[in-house]
Nanobody
Framework: VQLQAYGGGLVQAGGSLRLSCAASGRTFSGYVMGWFRQAPGKEREFVGAIRWDGGTTFYAGSVKGRFSISRDSAKNTVYLQMNSLEPEDTAVYYC?????????????????WGQGTQVTVSS
């Protein structure tokens, strides 16, 4: 299982970005896909997750209502749409995968990871 996250960049506060996580090597039916982020000097934290089958999502409280996760089965890609970005959202964002139906929030539960993509929100 290989994951590749991309789409990060520099954006002003209040702006939007959409991150993508392209998956190769297999289809992801039966998997849950998670997004995490790590800010400088902080531990990596859960952002949200989506169950590939059915599209059920779950979000951290800090991003709920601003971020949304979706997936495109034809492209084997998961998206993280980030709106109303705040400087506190500045971090390296990672996508991860686990063969399961649970919406796991701990990074320890995800065995497959993509490389991170930097998101910087200026004030």
């Amino acid at each position: 299982v290989q994951l590749q996250a991309y789409g990060g960049g520099l954006v002003q506060a209040g702006g939007s970005l959409r991150l993508s996580c392209a998956a190769s090597g297999r289809t992801f039916s039966g998997y849950v896909m998670g997004w995490f982020r790590q800010a400088p000097g902080k531990e990596r934290e859960f952002v949200g997750a989506i169950r590939w089958d059915g599209g059920t999502t779950f979000y951290a409280g800090s991003v709920k209502g601003r971020f949304s996760i979706s997936r495109d089965s034809a492209k084997n890609t998961v998206y993280l749409q980030m709106n109303s970005l705040e400087p506190e959202d500045t971090a390296v964002y990672y996508c991860a995968a686990r063969r399961d139906f649970g919406l796991w929030t701990s990074e320890l539960e995800y065995p497959y990871w993509g490389q991170g993509t930097q998101v910087t929100v200026s004030s």
